[in-house]
């Protein structure tokens, strides 16, 4: 890493993307002697702020806790407090070309902010290269324009008087789509994990359910895909079920949401408890949905040696798997860390191509 007075240069860094929250990596670091790459994640949100209303993110306040983007005008702000930014009425909507709006660009923002963040709050930063991913469903149509969003100099404005605005130059990018980063990263930590022959990665996130079919690390297109209906999906068809009004409401939705990924017996709402056995069927199904439809495209799975399950409602996903499909169960991996294995399998990436890059010069 090169460091000057107000300008630092990073080899590799890493962003995720996804409809629920936004993973980023920082420096690797040694701990308990393993080299772990560190990351860190926030909401996958954004709220518009209001012309005149400074005092909603003043400094010190959880208000100011991430970073303010300027779209043609609009204010929009991404980081961990962005809740004291949000309407009590928010829908969520899986959108095809995500990555392509202004809310999109905020949350990239938002990462390097925190990237920052972990350096100092230099003024100046360079990645020589940051590795991103897109599911399944729309790699090929947004690749090349996503490459164009993320490289180049972007403005970083912290609503912190202290810090201000800074700026993050990426040098150069890759896209991949999102499965693929946790099979590198479980491979890379599992020193008894065999890729050899057929396997199945199951990428379980807020919006999308990635299934991604490789014969060892070689991705088979042909029958991988995507489902819109994940975790997102559970939890709004819960507090649908609960009260039709919820399912709009961010922080009711949220709420039920960290209920499922926590096997949390009850979710309280509106001072009132319910219990989450209620709406087991419910949820059941959404994942079924997503099986089912996993099958109309990978097909039969008895040529697979291992299916990993990864993504933030990996557990979740894997828990339906073993209760309702036994016969997978052997072959089935889940890993502790899923939450963080894609965007750490990006850093791995993003680390071989900037070697890569630098032994071509």
Known sequence: MKREAQMITVPARAIDVGYANTKFTCERKRVQGQNIIR????PSITGQLQPGAS????PGTLGADGCITDVDGVQHFAGLGVTMHLRGIQPRHVMADYCTSPSYLALVHGALHYMLEDEGNPKEMEIEHLTVGLPLNNFDTYRARLIDVVRGRHAIFSPDPNVGLRHVTVMD?????????SLYYYGLVNSDFDTSGWNLVIDVGGGTIDFLVAFDKAPNYVRSGAHPESMLACSTAVAKAINPN??????????IDTAIRDGSESVLIAGEEFEMANYKGVITEVLRRGYEAMLN???ALEDFQNIL???????????????????????LRNG???TFSNVRGFHVVSEFMREQTTAAR
């Open 246 to 255: 919820l399912q709009s409401q961010f922080g009711v939705v949220q709420a």
């Open 173 to 181: 990018a890759s896209v991949i789509v999102q499965p693929l980063g």
């Open 336 to 338: 502790a860390d899923s």
């Open 309 to 331: 399950i990864c993504g933030g409602g990996g557990a979740v996903f894997y828990d339906f798997l073993c209760e309702h499909y036994p016969a997978l169960r052997r072959r």
């Open 297 to 299: 495209t990978v097909g």
């Open 55 to 58: 005092f909603l993110h003043a």
């Open 39 to 42: 990351a860190g994640l926030f």
